[in-house]
């Protein structure tokens, strides 16, 4: 092209003219080839922001992934905690009321035979005391009088002197 500008003194007209549509077409292919390596420069750039921008909320998504899982994981050892101390609870409690119902029939249990053998001790008696005789008081012999002489002394009988 420079060799071209020194030329055109000596050239046509129409030799110029035919030189300025060759160098229309080479500028354009000259254009297109640039714009298309912009663009493909364009292009390579904007992928390449798009995958850092990718990256970057890819590793906040799972920043705040992990930072929900955990506060899951918290809170559901909170729960299994209380579950698990409520459940202990339960079954003392049911424990206590077992221990309690055994002994309640063990009671209850004694009571009867408690009771049984009352009722044998009892109807034993009765029984007794129907086949024993009734005891006969003894007569007691029947008290002095203190005015009577001769009552207490043996050896005098009326009418004799001694």
Do not use: C, W
């Not at 292919?29 to 904007?46: M, N, P, Q, Y």
């Not at 921008?53 to 559901?76: F, G």
Request: glycine share 6%.
């Amino acid at each position: 092209m420079v060799g071209s500008f020194f030329i055109t003194e000596r050239l046509s007209p129409s030799e110029l003219n035919k030189i300025t549509e060759l160098s229309k077409d080479e500028l354009g292919r000259i254009i297109d080839g640039a714009l298309a390596d912009a663009k493909s420069k364009v292009e390579e750039s904007i992928e390449a922001q798009i995958d850092a921008s990718s990256e970057q909320v890819e590793r906040a998504l799972e920043k705040e992934t992990n930072e929900k899982i955990m506060a899951i994981s918290e809170y559901s050892d909170t729960v299994m905690e209380n579950m698990n101390k409520t459940h202990n609870e339960i079954m003392f409690l049911y424990n206590m009321l077992n221990d309690k119902h055994t002994e309640l029939t063990g009671l209850a249990t004694d009571l009867q035979k408690i009771a049984a053998n009352v009722k044998s001790i009892q109807e034993g008696m009765a029984k007794k005391k129907a086949a024993e005789p009734a005891p006969v008081p003894k007569p007691e012999p029947a008290a002095k009088k203190s005015g009577d002489k001769r009552a207490g002394s043996p050896g005098l009988k009326k009418g004799r002197r001694t």
